[in-house]
């Protein structure tokens, strides 16, 4: 698709969108006529006539032909796709000229501007309007070529691109022709340049015009005054919150690095704004004056200068005008000037403040460059479109949206630089609706953006739980006695059945208000002192907490549907439809995915935080907040796994349940059904937390894998397995094994069963090697095997290709045959019990289905 060309280079009214469908006449007619190119617009309208019927006007700009973007589409495109149908659905934008005028916000309207600046700085809520803010200074900026794409990608990494600082929200198709234009050193026409931004404004404005009728509503009286006073006016405003961002970044360098980013963003756009109504710093040392800004000439000097080196990197700094990502926090490097740091001899990149200084990983040398891809270099490669047809475009458009998954699906806690393998792997209908959805959601945890300290209102550390009377949930279940009346009590007395029915039942509820305790203990005595404490990278107290907000917010609801239930009356005639209620459908779904979310990352985050309390004064900080008297001797290991030993008791109560209801009762069929609900939530999440940690596994092992073995071979029979990239597998199954060679030798092995194949990895001094070597083989059609040597055996073998069963002499020994080698070839391998054995041939069996 062509990069956006401008609607009107001399019309800076505002738009807004609107969606109408225009069914033909009974003479197959719309009544209407199309104007221009790349955009097509509304040329005229016949009255009387569908068009005008359904609300068209003269001069409306078409944005998209059923659903279909058209915006960059050439007149005879638009036209074929109209009278394609009888009926069409146009979605338009139509001049508005009561919204704002968005070049009139760098005009004489700056001290307004300034003030609702303020005020969304003020709420957390800047972002769309300092987009357009930049967009209009853009468009007005005279410049080379270098320098366009330079601030070009500057805005566009702190605005656009996925995990951009202060993203906003743009159709992928957009984000593509921006970056395609960062990436194609063939565009180099100005005016492509100067109305790029012009469909990514859009979505802005819409947010801008909602967040300013809120504005207006506070300030009802707004005055207009000179362009000077303006001026004058606009500095007196913004410079106070210029210097708190100031004195803030360059106070804090300890911060997570998205913290530092927003920060970052927000001053530099201050700064830009100033600058740009020709406001001048007062000197050098002023918060104006030391704030990089926006679409400056070349600011290549800006920044360190010097090498540095850290963890064995050899950190060069550098002016990335690429789209590149950091290795260590896996954000997008944007900014000003020298932004980043790259490594000479890995090729690794990381953001020169907080990621630098709170770097994980060592340098890996020039290895780092070889046929394992990582994430950043693949990130490089498909931002890196080469733009030569149409057709080419197009395709590369419509995928957009899944390599932007695909690419940012790396491990918010292990981080380390590897592609991540495609999602749309199951087109053949093969897997169940859960698995799928595990797989999305597995898939999204990896995708999530880190917040910042200030985001949601959850991170606002006051101290409003104090009141909370969900903190006072006593730890014991009540007597059913104490809780009802008398009267009801002695009514139901000799009734055994429905007396214990009603105890488990106020068992159910109880232990559901003090697991919503639990979580609230959790915020309020660990996650939010955490924060304030400042011992910990926000990064890792997000991977400690991932979704603790929303957890709360579910075990509300279903507490509210319980007592709503209780309130009803004394005895609970029937649980069962407020449990199937919670756990199926919409709910049930928003349950599993809240669970998955919080629980697939926590065992190797919890190792990190093992590792993290070996610092006396985070071990001396635990201590005192587990003394707490609601932690009641409960360690905060504790505490934070308590989620799923919840999901497990839920079936164990409702089974309870179920065998003290009649079966006549009207609530049975009710209960059973409840109690297969929570089987199946609980059966869900177990599988999504498999899925990640196996994830996590396949990071671990292939980032300490050497593969060189084949990878340098020229042997024709390797040839195939030398373009294998293992992160576009998923792990099924691994475990240790043990292999004894034809000469006798116990060989330690680690075996990986993938989607596709079964990979035999010897393990040596913590690494992982692809080794090809003899092994003994077999006869097809017999089970002697022969003491001789085989020409290769190879350590991939392909699924289809795979015998396995187990040894008919050795009650632990697996054996698998590849049936492909010539003569067939046999691995004998010892795994760790009986049970062990069998699980192999169960995963191996389900995996060739």
Known sequence: MDTLKPINKNDDSDVRQKIIVVCRDKNNKYGVSITGHNPVSIKAVRKGCPADIAGLKAGDMIIKVDGKLVIAASHETVTDMMKAANQVTLTLAERDDTTIDCSSLLKPKSEKTAAFLRYLIANEKPNAL?????????????????????????????????????????????????????????????????????????????????????????????????????????????????????????????????TLDVQSVIASSIATFLRFLDYEPASANSALGRCPAFLQKDRSGTGPNEECFIKGHRFQPQAFTTIKYC??????????????????????????????????????????????????????????????????????????????QEELAISQVARKKLQFRNQNTDATGTITEDEARIRKITANLRTRPMPTENSENDLALSDDEDDDPDLAIPA?????????????????????????????????????????????????????????????????????????????????????????????????????????????????????????????????????????????????????????????????????????????RYPLLLDQIAKYTQVDDPDFEGVVKALGCSKEVSMFVNSGIREAENYQTLISIVNNMDRSAIDQSNDPQLMEYKAIDFMKQRLLHSNDVKFKSPEGEEIHLKLLLLEEYIVLLEIKDNKYYLKCGNMAEIEPHSTKQKRKQSSLQIPIIPLVDINAHASKTEKRTLVIVNTRASPQLAYNLETESKSAKEDWLKEIQQAKK
């Open 130 to 258: 300092l987009f357009l803010l930049m967009c209009e200074a853009y468009r007005q900026k005279s410049g080379k070529v270098k320098d366009k794409k330079r601030w070009l990608y500057e805005i566009s990494t702190a605005f656009l691109v996925p995990t951009a600082p202060l993203e906003i929200s743009v159709e992928p198709q957009i984000i593509y022709n921006i970056v395609n234009v960062i990436q194609n050193e063939s565009i180099r026409d100005d005016q492509v340049f100067s109305n790029i931004f012009l469909a990514a404004r859009e979505p802005a404005k819409s947010v801008v015009m909602e967040k300013f009728t809120e504005y207006k509503k506070t300030r009802p009286n707004l005055i207009d005054k000179s362009k000077s006073d303006d001026i004058k006016a606009a500095e007196g405003i913004l410079t106070p919150q210029l210097n708190r961002l100031m004195e803030d970044i360059e106070a804090f360098r300890q911060v997570s690095q998205s």
């Open 327 to 404: 290795g260590q926090c896996n954000r997008v490097i944007w900014g000003i000037g020298k932004n980043a740091y790259h490594c000479q001899a890995c090729g690794f990149n990381v953001h020169i403040s907080a990621c630098a200084k709170s770097l994980l990983y060592s340098c890996q040398g020039s290895s780092a460059r070889k046929p394992i891809k990582t994430a950043s270099n693949k990130r490089t490669s498909w931002w890196n479109f080469s733009g030569n047809t149409a057709d080419k475009q197009s395709s590369d458009a419509r995928n957009f949206e899944s390599r932007r």
């Open 476 to 648: 014991e279940v009540p007597d059913w006695e104490t809780v009802v009346s008398k009267e009801m009590a002695e009514l139901i007395i000799n009734n055994d059945l429905e007396t214990k029915r009603q105890k488990v039942i106020l068992e159910l509820i109880h232990t559901e208000k003090l697991h919503l305790k639990s979580l609230k203990v959790l915020r309020k005595l660990f996650y939010k002192p955490f924060i304030r404490s400042r011992l910990f990278d926000m990064n890792f107290i997000y991977e400690l907490f991932p979704n603790l907000l929303d957890l709360i917010k579910i075990h509300k609801s279903i507490i509210a549907a319980m007592e709503k239930r209780q309130a009803e009356s004394e005895i609970v005639e029937s649980i069962g439809d407020v449990i199937i209620n919670k756990f199926s459908g919409k709910p049930g779904y928003e349950l599993k995915e809240a669970y998955v979310v919080c629980y697939s990352n926590q065992s190797l985050t919890l190792a990190i935080f093992k590792e993290k309390l070996k610092d006396p004064k985070i071990e001396k900080f635990i201590r005192e907040c587990e003394s707490h008297p609601l932690c009641k001797h409960t360690s905060f290991q504790d505490l934070i796994s308590s989620g799923c030993r919840r999901l497990m």
